[in-house]
């Protein structure tokens, strides 16, 4: 009681010297203090409640008459829960924009993607809500208010967030304060994700994706529906946007969702602070039409859930006696409203049909250790959409690859050929499969490149046409088909080559094999193998190569006369 006392004793104290006391009265641990009215004014009292919150009391009106103190207390489970959020915000920010990322960066290592979506998505919808939060900081501060961070909505789903609610510890001032800050927040959020948008949109952002659509179905990303009606063709309803216009998308929309007059969001402090008397009917209105709009998308039923969890209740500014001004309020509403028509988006993604056609000859190379570590191969690659792609590629397992071609850029309706080069170095001698893998937009295709890897070895001999070739010479560029090379045999050997091709094999001008009747077949490669024995007889014997074929590709192709081991020589042959 005592304590009680010396409570009441210091409240008393404070209070008396900026008003006039009539009367006191108690309730548990709030203390009503009846005043003159004509002695009340929202600048004395504004200096009285810094006064009391300074001996950690808070005050507020109820009337021009009386006027409430209460001992401040802390929330501790209210605060953790918005920092859970914020945790909760950031990391569903991240995990959307790596998912979007990985489709617009494709190809690329993943630490890569990741840095480039934190630089171009997560960072700028970041820094949207801190932006949008900037207004209320500075109004708080203008009162000698303590500002409060809000209620974070993390939503995985695409966007990463959508937006804030407000749970202030400590109310506005005023009336005006609340219509203020509820307007700026959208306002502010709403400049800041245009200018990601245009941004992104007029490619001013230092990095550019590999591809910009899809091939097969996926999602496309919608624009919201007044900025289509008001740009035209400007923006297009469907496309890829560079993650940096994402990010300036995903803020109109949750803008858009926070300019509802519900609750404790931005518009519902900007009706509150015009009118609190059908405040709850407005706010249960446009919950419903929030609800019936999560039918079209189901990631938006989380903000209602949110609001219905915490309530459609606002909280009253301490000064519920200050005059607003009636025209500014009519402004901010009707603002407000206008940024929740502009990025109203029902339908934020559709569905795209197949855009892009890949194409190739030979799926099979030979590779040399040493002199020729490189297989090649042609990649045909067609667009059948309406906009421009740019593919990426990657191989696997890990190989270094190299990619030649015109133009990567390929425009609707044209082809282009690729020619792809896999460094074979760190393949094993032999057979090897690698997948080429092509990424256009949220899809990719797989290819399986076929090469044999065979090392260089000194103890076969290849003569062209006649002419003995250095026993280290283990590639021979540039014979001509139709002509014949010679091997020294000094070994059981194997020669290699693709069934589609046609060749005739002599060894020591008595034994002939032809690659209709294979005496080994390597899986579905198509690439026939072929056992020659080494001749008994004394002196030197020659395994005589002709190819020939009606159907050779336009580009270089290789022979390869190795042993058991994979030691061997190779050759180009020239169309």
Same mark, same amino acid.
């Given at each position: 009681?005592?304590?009680?006392r010396?409570?009441?004793?210091?409240?008393?104290?404070?209070?008396?010297?900026f008003?006039?006391?009539l009367?006191?009265?108690?309730?548990n641990?709030?203390?009503t203090?009846?005043?003159?009215?004509?002695?009340?004014?929202?600048?004395?009292?504004?200096?009285?409640?810094?006064?009391?919150?300074?001996?950690?009391?808070?005050?507020?009106?109820?009337?021009?008459?009386e006027?409430?103190?209460f001992?401040?207390?802390?929330?501790?489970?209210?605060?953790?829960?918005?920092?859970?959020?914020?945790?909760?915000?950031?990391?569903?920010?991240? =995990?959307? $924009?790596? #998912? @979007?990322?990985?489709?617009?960066?494709?190809?690329?290592?993943? %630490?890569?993607i !990741?840095s480039?979506? /934190?630089?171009y998505f997560?960072?700028?919808?970041?820094?949207?809500?801190?932006m949008?939060?900037?207004p209320?900081?500075?109004i708080m501060?203008?009162?000698?208010?303590?500002y409060?961070?809000?209620l974070?909505v993390p939503?995985?789903?695409l966007?990463g967030?959508?937006?804030?609610?407000?749970?202030?510890d400590?109310?506005?001032?005023?009336?005006d304060d609340?219509?203020?800050?509820?307007?700026?927040?959208?306002?502010?959020?709403?400049?800041i994700?245009?200018?990601?948008l245009?941004?992104?949109?007029?490619?001013l952002?230092? =990095?550019? $994706?590999? #591809? @910009?659509?899809?091939?097969?179905?996926?999602?496309i990303?919608? %624009?919201?529906? !007044?900025i289509?009606? /008001?740009?035209?063709h400007?923006i297009?309803?469907?496309g890829?946007?560079?993650?940096?216009?994402?990010?300036?998308w995903?803020g109109?929309?949750?803008?858009?969702?926070?300019?509802?007059?519900?609750?404790l969001?931005?518009?519902?402090m900007i009706?509150?602070?015009?009118?609190?008397?059908f405040r709850k009917?407005?706010?249960y209105i446009?919950?419903?039409i929030?609800i019936?709009?999560s039918f079209t998308?189901l990631?938006?039923?989380?903000?209602?859930m949110?609001?219905?969890?915490l309530?459609?209740?606002?909280?009253e500014p301490v000064?519920?006696n200050?005059?607003?001004?009636?025209?500014?309020?009519?402004?901010?509403?009707g %603002?407000?409203?206008?940024?929740a028509? /502009?990025?109203l988006?029902?339908y934020?993604?559709?569905?795209s049909s197949?855009?892009?056609?890949?194409?190739?000859?030979?799926?099979?190379d030979?590779?040399?250790?040493?002199?020729h570590?490189?297989?090649y191969?042609?990649?045909?690659?067609?667009?059948y959409g309406?906009?421009?792609?740019?593919?990426?590629?990657?191989?696997?397992?890990a190989?270094?690859i190299?990619?030649?071609?015109?133009?990567?850029?390929?425009?609707?309706?044209?082809?282009?050929?690729?020619?792809i080069?896999?460094?074979?170095?760190?393949?094993p001698?032999?057979?090897?499969?690698?997948?080429?893998r092509?990424?256009?937009?949220?899809?990719?295709?797989? %290819?399986?490149?076929?090469f044999?890897?065979i090392?260089?070895a000194?103890?076969?001999?290849?003569?062209?046409p006649?002419?003995s070739?250095s026993?280290?010479?283990?590639?021979?560029?540039?014979?001509?088909v139709?002509?014949?090379v010679?091997?020294?045999?000094?070994e059981?050997?194997l020669?290699?080559?693709?069934q589609?091709w046609?060749?005739?094999?002599l060894?020591?001008?008595?034994?002939?094999?032809?690659?209709?009747?294979?005496l080994?077949?390597?899986?579905?490669?198509?690439?026939?193998?072929?056992?020659?024995?080494?001749p008994?007889?004394?002196?030197p014997?020659?395994?005589?190569?002709r190819?020939y074929?009606k159907?050779?590709?336009?580009?270089?192709?290789?022979f390869?006369?190795?042993?058991?081991?994979?030691?061997?020589k190779?050759m180009m042959m020239?169309?």
């Amino acid at each position: 009681m005592a304590g009680s006392r010396n409570q009441d004793e210091e409240e008393i104290r404070i209070f008396s010297s900026f008003f006039t006391i009539l009367k006191v009265e108690r309730d548990n641990n709030i203390l009503t203090f009846k005043i003159p009215e004509s002695e009340y004014s929202s600048k004395k009292f504004e200096q009285l409640y810094n006064a009391m919150k300074e001996r950690g009391f808070y005050s507020y009106t109820n009337g021009k008459g009386e006027i409430i103190s209460f001992k401040k207390v802390n929330n501790k489970n209210r605060t953790y829960l918005k920092f859970l959020l914020i945790i909760l915000t950031i990391l569903s920010i991240i =995990y959307a $924009g790596y #998912s @979007y990322s990985n489709s617009y960066y494709s190809g690329m290592r993943p %630490i890569s993607i !990741l840095s480039l979506s /934190i630089l171009y998505f997560v960072l700028p919808v970041i820094s949207i809500l801190i932006m949008r939060e900037l207004p209320k900081y500075l109004i708080m501060k203008s009162r000698k208010q303590k500002y409060s961070i809000p209620l974070f909505v993390p939503n995985p789903f695409l966007m990463g967030t959508m937006g804030i609610i407000n749970a202030p510890d400590e109310p506005y001032m005023n009336s005006d304060d609340e219509i203020l800050a509820g307007f700026f927040s959208l306002v502010t959020g709403f400049i800041i994700s245009t200018i990601f948008l245009t941004v992104g949109y007029l490619g001013l952002s230092l =990095y550019t $994706g590999a #591809s @910009y659509v899809t091939n097969g179905t996926t999602s496309i990303i919608n %624009i919201p529906l !007044l900025i289509q009606m /008001i740009t035209g063709h400007l923006i297009p309803n469907s496309g890829f946007l560079d993650p940096i216009s994402l990010a300036g998308w995903s803020g109109l929309i949750f803008t858009s969702f926070n300019s509802f007059p519900i609750g404790l969001m931005d518009g519902g402090m900007i009706l509150s602070g015009f009118n609190r008397s059908f405040r709850k009917n407005v706010s249960y209105i446009f919950i419903t039409i929030m609800i019936f709009i999560s039918f079209t998308y189901l990631a938006w039923l989380i903000l209602p859930m949110f609001l219905a969890f915490l309530g459609m209740g606002t909280i009253e500014p301490v000064d519920t006696n200050y005059l607003r001004a009636s025209k500014k309020a009519f402004v901010a509403i009707g %603002i407000a409203m206008a940024l929740a028509i /502009i990025g109203l988006t029902p339908y934020p993604l559709h569905l795209s049909s197949p855009e892009m056609g890949v194409f190739y000859n030979e799926q099979w190379d030979v590779s040399l250790n040493g002199s020729h570590s490189m297989s090649y191969y042609d990649i045909i690659i067609s667009n059948y959409g309406q906009n421009s792609i740019n593919p990426g590629f990657s191989v696997s397992p890990a190989m270094g690859i190299s990619i030649s071609t015109n133009n990567t850029l390929i425009k609707p309706g044209e082809m282009n050929t690729f020619h792809i080069g896999i460094n074979t170095t760190s393949a094993p001698a032999g057979l090897n499969r690698a997948d080429l893998r092509i990424y256009v937009g949220s899809s990719d295709r797989s %290819i399986s490149l076929i090469f044999f890897k065979i090392d260089p070895a000194e103890n076969i001999e290849m003569q062209y046409p006649s002419a003995s070739i250095s026993n280290r010479t283990a590639f021979i560029e540039n014979v001509t088909v139709y002509n014949t090379v010679n091997a020294n045999v000094s070994e059981n050997i194997l020669i290699g080559a693709p069934q589609s091709w046609h060749y005739d094999v002599l060894v020591s001008n008595t034994t002939r094999f032809t690659n209709s009747v294979p005496l080994e077949q390597n899986g579905s490669y198509s690439f026939g193998t072929y056992q020659i024995q080494k001749p008994t007889q004394n002196g030197p014997s020659f395994l005589s190569i002709r190819i020939y074929s009606k159907y050779l590709p336009e580009s270089n192709i290789y022979f390869a006369v190795y042993n058991s081991t994979y030691y061997g020589k190779m050759m180009m042959m020239e169309k």
